[in-house]
């Protein structure tokens, strides 16, 4: 069975400092992956996802995502982050043959001036 | 525009009592899903149903109950039987053939009382 395990539970960060969100999953067969970004009492949002062909995804707002597969990892990061990036951040998989979702336990932003 | 509709946002019961929380798509998506979220614990998937008139059981159905008349429709019954049942509630729709990527409504928190 596929699982994700997000090792950190709450990043604390200043203002405009670089960021890493850790993400790393364990399955035996092609994979399928996102990351998805919660605001308080909100539903969840689709930030990036990775499908195939560049290991390197990115978001319209900053953020980025490297698939890699020797690790089966898809950290995210942010060269400088802003206050309004401070939310939960999800990390997810699923498989290639079924659509089913597999979610992360969350790691919340926390941006401070 | 398409979206997924969640009702209502905040929901107050007794314990005891059956609630239903309502969830709508214009999406034309095939499947859905509901997702209970726990802090700490990221996301439970609770049912799916892939078509109308058909669902399958997530990792913790227990106390739910789901049905599929339409396919713009996929209401969740929190049944008394639902031993912990305050939570926040998600609902999702994803592309039939998509990869898996799922889109959320803004969700429905529910306290029991």
């Known amino acids: 069975a596929q699982s994700v395990t997000q090792l950190d539970s709450q990043v604390p960060v200043f203002e405009e400092a670089p960021v890493e969100l850790r993400c790393n999953y364990s399955?035996?067969?092609?994979?399928?992956l996102f990351w998805y970004v919660q605001y308080p009492n909100q539903g969840l949002q689709l930030l990036l996802k990775?499908?195939?062909?560049?290991?390197l995804v990115e978001s319209i707002n900053g953020f980025e995502a490297e698939f890699n597969k020797s690790q089966t990892s898809f950290h995210l990061r942010k060269p400088s982050v802003h206050i309004s990036d401070t939310a939960e951040y999800f990390c997810?998989?699923?498989?290639?043959?079924?659509?089913?979702?597999?979610f992360g336990t969350g790691t919340r932003l926390l941006v401070s001036p | 525009d398409g979206g997924i509709t969640q009702s209502p946002k905040y929901l107050f019961r007794k314990e005891g009592q059956n609630v239903t929380l309502s969830c709508e798509q214009n999406?034309?998506?095939?499947?859905m899903y509901w997702y209970r979220q726990d802090p700490g614990q990221g996301l439970r998937l609770i049912y799916y149903?892939?078509?109308?008139?058909?669902?399958q059981k997530g990792d913790i159905a227990e106390g739910y109950s789901v049905s599929r008349e339409k396919k713009e429709s996929f209401p969740l019954t929190v049944t008394s039987a639902q031993k912990n049942p305050t939570a926040f509630y998600l609902c999702?729709?994803?592309?039939?053939?998509?990869?898996?990527?799922?889109?959320f409504g803004e969700g429905s928190r529910l306290t029991v009382l």
């Open positions: 999702a729709s994803s592309e039939p053939r998509g990869a898996g990527e799922l889109f």
């Open positions: 399955s035996s067969v092609s994979v399928y």
């Open positions: 990775y499908l195939s062909g560049s290991t």
């Open positions: 997810a998989v699923s498989n290639t043959g079924f659509q089913k979702l597999v």
């Open positions: 999406l034309n998506h095939d499947a």
């Open positions: 149903s892939q078509i109308v008139n058909d669902f």
